[in-house]
């Protein structure tokens, strides 16, 4: 099925009912991946004795958390409800993650309502146990925005800790070269400039991050009808400076499953769950695509590109979902 887009799977009940028979995991169901690496869970990430099961009394060293940012998932719940829902898995979070442990958790900030949820998350934050280390901007090359206000080119990144964890500098220098000349500093005797000081010709990742293509539909690790799936590089950094090889890295929100194929590919282990189990299916096939062909995703095709050559229903409705999507445009 080349050249097929899926509309948005998590806002289309009907498209979510038809790929329902080809899921192998049904709510509250567990896959341990045989070669004893991953696991994947369809449960509730608020669900303290499901998450339980899911870590059967391993600890984390790491937890990677994209949470549905307050809208489609919610209804566009108010922002205490969304709140408190995030204090349960945030409380489940911190059980499952080692005495010394990082949380990178990204969440949205609504610019015409407050910036919510993004201030009261924090707020929230400051009762966890967790400890704030930075907060990261990810900029996007295409953004959204008004002619009476700032295009929002940016996502953001909450970074936490518990303890004293890992933090590997050497494995997050970026492949940005050092261009930028200024802040001079005498060095035995030597007036040197900040490039000249660094032995590498590459700079560190600060909070700032401009080197990460937003993941779309022309990328190999593209997995369509995943909104806001997040780039490989982008996890790939965070996991190799705040885990070591074979560590268990904890995603409760799995969607893509970019967190556990960034696992597979860097030698370590990936603990992840979501509720819904058609993203449960699409990260089991994005493991099993790569580890067949080495592919990270589905350039020009998608997950369920056989089914829906074979599902006579599925195919009706997705070509009825173009022929509205062209109509419009």
């Known amino acids: 099925m080349q050249n097929f887009p899926l509309p948005r799977i998590d806002s289309d009940e009907e498209l979510q009912k038809l790929l329902l028979p080809y899921c192998r995991l049904k709510k509250g169901d567990l896959w341990i991946d045989p070669t004893g690496k991953h696991k994947i869970g369809c449960l509730d990430a608020g669900n303290a004795s499901e998450i339980n099961q899911l870590m059967n009394g391993e600890s984390a060293s790491l937890a990677v958390q994209d949470p549905p940012y307050n809208f489609v998932a919610f209804e566009e719940m108010e922002e205490k409800r969304f709140v408190d ?30 910036l919510q949820p993004l201030p009261d998350f924090i707020i929230m934050m400051q009762n966890s146990g967790f400890h704030s280390r930075s907060f990261i901007t990810m900029r996007n090359q295409r953004g959204y925005g008004t002619q009476k206000n700032w295009m ?60 990460i293509q937003q993941v779309f539909y022309r990328m190999e690790e593209n997995v369509n009808g995943c909104y806001a799936q997040k780039p490989l590089k982008a996890i790939e950094r965070i996991i190799n400076a705040s885990s070591d090889q074979n560590d268990i890295v904890l995603d409760l929100f799995s969607h893509s499953g970019t967190t556990l194929l960034a696992a597979e590919i860097n030698n370590r282990r990936c603990y992840t769950s979501d509720l819904n189990p058609v993203f449960c299916e699409i990260t ?8 067949s062909n080495r592919k990270t995703g589905w350039q020009n095709s998608n997950p369920f590109a056989k089914e829906i050559l074979e599902d006579k229903k599925l195919k009706e409705y997705l070509d009825s979902c173009l022929d509205l999507n062209s109509n419009n445009h």
């Open 85 to 114: 829902w995030c204090e349960n898995w945030i409380k489940n979070s911190f059980n499952s993650l080692s005495e010394n442990s990082s949380l990178y958790v990204w969440l949205g900030a609504d610019q015409k309502n407050h």
């Open 152 to 211: 929002s080119v940016r996502q953001e990144l909450l970074y936490y800790i518990k303890g004293n964890p890992v933090f590997n500098v050497n494995a997050e220098y970026t492949d940005i070269p050092k261009i930028l000349k200024g802040y001079y500093k005498l060095v035995a005797g030597e007036v040197m400039e900040n490039s000249e000081r660094s032995k590498s010709e590459f700079i560190r990742a600060g909070n700032v991050w401009v080197d």
């Open 284 to 291: 089991l096939r994005r493991l099993e695509n790569y580890r």
